[in-house]
């Protein structure tokens, strides 16, 4: 071993022990900060979670919502995710499904049982946890009765915009690409469940965008005021401050620099950046394929079909 090696090598194990005592420094300040405040899983429990804020976010995905996250990140107050582990990829498809009665008291337990610690440590910091895992969406009733002290964000865009995504992605179209094993389809009693085999995959693409926002904008509107924000894409990516505002006081974090929040949004994170080798573009007989099937939840959210 030469001289410079050497050097590189101790250099690295002191930075090393650095930052092992760092982390050793950090928890010690967590589990403090804990039990000044008097925070344990069976205190939260025993409390029903009353008095532990924390945010979701709802959308198909594809609607800037890593983006917010990020944005939510800037403030100390916030502890922001945008896709955590356990993703709920597979979970939320399987919540989405389920047609049997008691469907409360089975997704309940689980929304607690995947957020339960996120959350109480986002609280034991003094923060807010913020999730806009558009996977949330598919069990957002049992979240919100899980942990009463929540509030929700509903980011959703033009649907020929997410469908044309879902298409270069290849939804519907096989294989493990636009996570097609977890992507839903009609129950039995939606009206589109006798037409299912009948759609093409652009009329599938275009019914989930239509379902999802359909059952994102029927929870959303049973909310109170105070417990909803509705935030479509095209109204956060439009550098306007007083949205941003909104958004940090709905949370209920201070608003960071208008330069740090600029910074974020000409990142243009999550970005499309692949297709799976798959083109799509609209022509007039594709848009008219699908209008009948988004048209109504379309217009609902303000979009002109």
Same mark, same amino acid.
């Given at each position: 071993m030469?001289?410079?090696?050497?050097?590189?090598?101790?250099?690295?194990?002191?930075?090393s022990?650095?930052?092992?005592?760092?982390?050793?420094?950090?928890?010690?300040?967590?589990?403090?900060k804990?039990?000044?405040?008097?925070?344990t899983?069976?205190k939260a429990y025993e409390?029903q979670?009353?008095g532990? $804020?924390?945010?979701f976010a709802?959308?198909?995905?594809?609607?800037?919502?890593?983006?917010?996250?990020?944005?939510?990140?800037?403030s100390?107050?916030?502890l922001?995710?945008?896709e $955590?582990a356990?993703?709920?990829?597979?979970a939320?498809?399987?919540a989405?499904?389920?047609?049997?009665?008691?469907?409360m008291d089975?997704?309940?337990p689980?929304?607690?049982?995947v957020?339960?610690?996120?959350?109480?440590?986002a609280?034991?910091?003094g923060?807010?946890?913020?999730?806009? %895992?558009?996977?949330?969406?598919?069990?957002? $009733?049992?979240?919100?009765?899980?942990?009463?002290?929540?509030?929700?964000i509903?980011?959703?865009?033009?649907?020929?915009?997410?469908?044309r995504?879902?298409?270069q992605?290849?939804?519907?179209q096989?294989?493990?690409?636009?996570?097609?094993?977890?992507?839903?389809? $009609?129950?039995?009693?939606?009206?589109?469940?006798?037409?299912w085999e009948?759609?093409t995959?652009?009329?599938?693409?275009?019914?989930?965008?239509a379902r999802?926002n359909?059952?994102?904008?029927?929870?959303?509107?049973t909310?109170?005021?105070?417990?909803?924000?509705?935030?479509p894409?095209?109204?956060f990516?439009? %550098?306007?401050?007083d949205?941003?505002?909104s958004?940090f006081a709905?949370?209920?974090?201070?608003?960071?620099s208008?330069?740090?929040?600029?910074g974020?949004m000409?990142?243009?994170? %999550?970005?499309?950046a692949?297709?799976?080798g798959?083109?799509?573009e609209w022509?007039?007989?594709?848009?008219?394929?699908?209008?009948?099937?988004?048209?109504?939840?379309?217009?609902?959210?303000?979009?002109?079909?």
């Open positions: 030469n001289l410079s090696t050497a050097i590189a090598s101790q250099a690295d194990e002191a930075l022990r650095m930052h092992r005592k760092l982390k050793r420094y950090l928890e010690r300040e967590r589990i403090a804990k039990k000044e405040l008097k925070l899983l069976g409390a979670w009353e532990f $804020p924390c945010v709802l959308s198909t995905g594809r609607t800037g919502t890593q983006t917010i996250a990020s944005m939510l990140a800037l100390p107050a916030v922001a995710q945008h $955590p356990p993703r709920l990829v597979r939320s498809y399987e989405f499904m389920d047609e049997r009665e008691g469907w089975r997704w309940r689980f929304a607690l049982a957020r339960d610690d996120f959350v109480l440590e609280c034991a910091e923060r807010i946890y913020v999730e806009s %895992n558009n996977r949330i969406t598919y069990m957002a $009733p049992a979240f919100a009765e899980a942990f009463p002290a929540s509030r929700f509903f980011s959703h865009r033009d649907p020929y915009q997410v469908i995504s879902g298409m992605r290849g939804a519907y096989g294989g493990n690409m636009a996570w097609n094993f977890a992507r839903i389809h $009609p129950r039995t009693d939606d009206p589109a469940f006798a037409q009948s759609y995959n652009l009329q599938r693409e275009a019914w989930r965008w999802i359909g059952y994102a904008k029927v929870f959303f509107d909310l109170p005021e105070e417990r909803r924000l509705e935030l894409a095209r109204a990516f439009s %550098n306007d401050m949205i941003y505002r958004l709905f949370v209920g974090a201070p608003l960071p208008e330069d740090a929040l600029r974020v000409g990142k243009q994170l %999550n970005a499309q692949h297709y799976n798959l083109d799509f022509t007039d007989a594709l848009r008219e394929s699908v209008r009948p099937i988004v048209q109504p939840v379309a217009e609902s959210l303000g979009y002109e079909v």
